[in-house]
């Protein structure tokens, strides 16, 4: 069952990198669909909904977890590693996306089938990833995976994972 468990997200994006328009409604509307819709139930004790904070440091996505009751302040530390190859090959499928947009057809379909298979792919690992520490199902996992690309694209100029 989803419910309203996020009550805000923060993300802390790198200042030398300014998103793109499409990246920036991705971005965007995964955070208001997270705030609108979703299972996040971290395993300490606390009161739903949630605020996160969610940023890229030493390779490794820092998510900072308060409750709505200031009861509740936890850090939650998810290596990138696993995700390399993952993330490496949603890039291209979303590169190859934008540059067949005006081929439209079969061609076009079959890219977006290939680019949502590795979205899938990524949001299993990161639900499976973060099991230890919080309770989240597959379409926040998804919602939460198209952020850590986001956060993503300002490490690709610094260290690479």
Do not use: W
């Amino acid at each position: 069952m989803t419910t309203q468990s996020i009550a805000n997200i923060t993300l802390t994006e790198p200042a030398r990198i300014k998103p793109s328009a499409d990246i920036a409604i991705e971005r965007d509307a995964a955070i208001h669909q997270l705030i609108e819709a979703s299972v996040f139930n971290p395993k300490v004790a606390g009161h739903a909904p949630y605020s996160l904070s969610l940023k890229i440091e030493n390779h490794r996505l820092l998510i900072d977890v308060s409750d709505s009751q200031d009861d509740m302040h936890t850090h939650i530390f998810l290596s990138l590693r696993p995700f390399r190859s993952i993330i490496r090959d949603y890039f291209l499928m979303v590169e190859s996306y934008n540059n067949a947009r005006h081929l439209g057809g079969a061609k076009l379909e079959a890219i977006d089938m290939g680019r949502r298979g590795i979205h899938n792919e990524g949001a299993e690992l990161l639900k499976d990833l973060l099991s230890n520490d919080v309770d989240i199902d597959f379409e926040t996992a998804r919602r939460f995976f198209t952020l850590v690309c986001v956060l993503h694209i300002g490490q690709v100029r610094g260290p690479r994972i």
